[in-house]
């Protein structure tokens, strides 16, 4: 399927530029009337085949939630899976449950007929016969997704039934294989794979999940094509993403970027004025990167790894230098501790006793003993289990050790740095369940 196809079938509507924004182009929510001005009708007849999916896969669009998973590749896994069958599920995973991210609330909340475009699409390549909205834990964002629904209704019945689905406020209620044991009727917590939820999910049943600003651009592909996706972005790390910028900026919030954007540009875009010691990429999952020295690295996934840290959920924390970093991985590290799921050895007795080496190292007097001692947990408890909480936080603390490897000394000769109990930086949620 062509481009010029693409667009004849949305309507002819000119796509946005590379200067423009994609995803969020208003502070306010965007009716359906407004939202088929801007973008046109979504072209649904484009996904029956696999048309759509072999766009997506040029495109080379990948998941938006924190794996950064070739989207195209979860398309044809659930639609193969599906074939002869005709029940699989769509799971659109707006539960953002890291702490510091905002995105995917933004994005719901300002374009929620993008996303449910991207629903409809994807059931329709997958051929799915139901699909949930997961939102975690927000009401407000639920009943706005219920009118939307109502106003889509308005202009014509639906393609696919659609659910909008409420959950705990804990972190690892938004994993994935979390989320279909939720819809099971079971505990959000990850469960073990295989099978993998494109082959046996929802009621057993093929199922795909894909991060709600995920879907949003895939509706924005069927629209307008995989070489429009591509023209911003990176050959690597293609397209635009919405990054949560916070902590020490003069304009946090949410923020469109070209993947590959130097860090240092999206700082000074969210007011980076003064010094600031260090940036914690990719969420409460990622790694603590020093200021200046990385203010070159590109805010992409393949530009983040190279440099130690990750995308993740699209997370840029800023830390001041009036704040006490191991602090603040203290803080975090308790807080993941409170929230395993208590399935395996390595949440159950690795993740406490993490805590418990980090909060020594941050509010105590150190000595190698509790250094080393933490540094041998994180690689004990590296690989192990059925989620990755054990692999996020040793990323954290390895970060944390060695970006400020300078106050661990001192920490060590002198005890914890008056900036240790200063407010926190980072936002801790009061602990849900572990």
């Given amino acids: 399927m062509t481009t010029d196809h693409l667009r004849a ?20 929510p965007m009716s359906f ?36 998973f070739p989207t195209g590749r979860k398309l044809r896994a659930v639609a193969e899976a599906n074939a002869g069958r005709g029940a699989a599920v769509v ?17 719901l909340s300002r374009s929620p007929h993008l996303v449910l475009d991207g629903v409809a699409l994807a059931a329709e390549a997958v051929g799915a016969t139901q699909a949930y909205v997961c939102v975690g834990p ?14 889509r209704d308005q202009a014509g019945p639906s393609s696919v039934p659609v659910e909008i689905i409420g959950g705990p406020d804990s972190y690892l209620a938004g994993q994935e294989t979390a989320l279909i044991s939720v819809l ?29 600003e995920t879907l949003a651009h895939v509706a924005l592909i069927a629209r307008y094509g995989a070489a429009w996706f591509r023209a911003v972005g990176t050959d690597a790390s293609p397209g635009s993403a919405l990054v949560t910028v916070t902590g020490a900026v003069g304009r946090p919030g949410v923020r469109e970027i070209p993947l590959g954007t130097p860090l240092r540009e999206v700082l000074h875009r969210s007011g980076l004025a003064a010094p600031a010691q260090a940036v914690l990429a990719g969420g409460y999952f990622g790694s603590w ?8 690295v590109p805010v992409s996934e393949p530009g983040l790894r190279a440099a130690g840290a990750a995308l993740g959920a699209g997370m840029l924390a800023v830390l001041p230098d009036s704040a006490c970093g191991l602090a603040e991985t203290a803080r975090v590290t308790g807080y993941l501790a409170g929230q395993i799921a208590d399935q395996c050895g390595p949440c159950r007795n690795g993740m406490p006793a993490l805590a418990e080496a980090m909060n020594w190292i941050a509010f105590g007097q150190p000595d190698a003993d509790i250094v080393g001692w933490a540094r041998q947990l994180t690689a004990l408890m590296a690989g192990r289990g ?16 060695a970006v ?8 060590a000769q002198a005890g914890p740095c008056e900036r240790a109990h200063r407010t926190a930086i980072l936002p801790i949620p009061p602990r849900s369940y572990g």
């Fill in 138 to 151: 927000r009401a407000a964002l639920a009943r706005a997704l219920h009118d939307a629904l109502a106003e």
């Fill in 9 to 28: 079938a949305a309507g002819a509507v000119p796509p946005p530029q590379p200067g423009d924004l994609r995803l969020i182009v208003r502070d306010l």
């Fill in 91 to 107: 799971i659109a995973n707006g539960s953002e449950s890291e702490p510091a991210s905002s995105k995917d609330a933004v994005l």
């Fill in 289 to 296: 990167l020093p200021l200046p020295a990385a203010q070159h």
């Fill in 33 to 68: 009337a407004a939202h088929v001005a801007r973008y046109g009708q979504v072209p649904l007849h484009s996904a029956r085949s696999a048309g759509l999916v072999t766009e997506v896969e040029r495109a080379g669009l990948t998941g938006r939630g924190g794996g950064a």
């Fill in 386 to 401: 059925a989620c990755h909480l054990p692999d996020g936080a040793g990323a954290l603390v390895t970060s944390a050790l």
């Fill in 184 to 212: 099971n009727g079971g505990r959000p917590v990850p469960t073990f794979v295989p099978p993998r939820p494109s082959d046996r999910g929802v009621r057993r049943q093929p199922t795909l999940v894909l991060n709600v």
């Fill in 404 to 411: 400020f490897a300078a106050e661990v000394r001192l920490h």
